[in-house]
């Protein structure tokens, strides 16, 4: 079992990071923000929060990887 480190930058490094890599595939599929949040059933500040690398649920994260048609993996690896 491995001890997490002492601060929780960590965590906000990969939820940036994950933010990235869906704006990235926002782009290559040529979506813009309204299309993939209309499309999810998601408000548009909720949206921009992923994209921005805020908390944000795994239902959300789930809606837009299905608009996205890719696997949740792909999006959070």
């Known amino acids: 079992m491995r001890d997490l480190p002492d601060d929780d930058q960590w965590i906000c490094d990969r939820r940036r990071a994950i933010g990235e890599r869906i704006r990235e595939e926002r782009e290559r599929q040529n979506l813009t923000q309204d ?6 059933r998601i408000s548009r500040g909720t949206y921009q929060r992923v994209e921005y690398g805020e908390e ?3 239902g959300t ?3 837009i990887a299905a608009v996205f048609g890719v696997p949740l993996a792909d999006l959070v690896r």
Request: aromatic content about 8%; hydrophobic content about 85%; cysteine-free.
């Open 35 to 40: 299309a993939v949040w209309l499309a999810a």
């Open 56 to 58: 944000v649920t795994l």
């Open 61 to 63: 994260l789930l809606r």
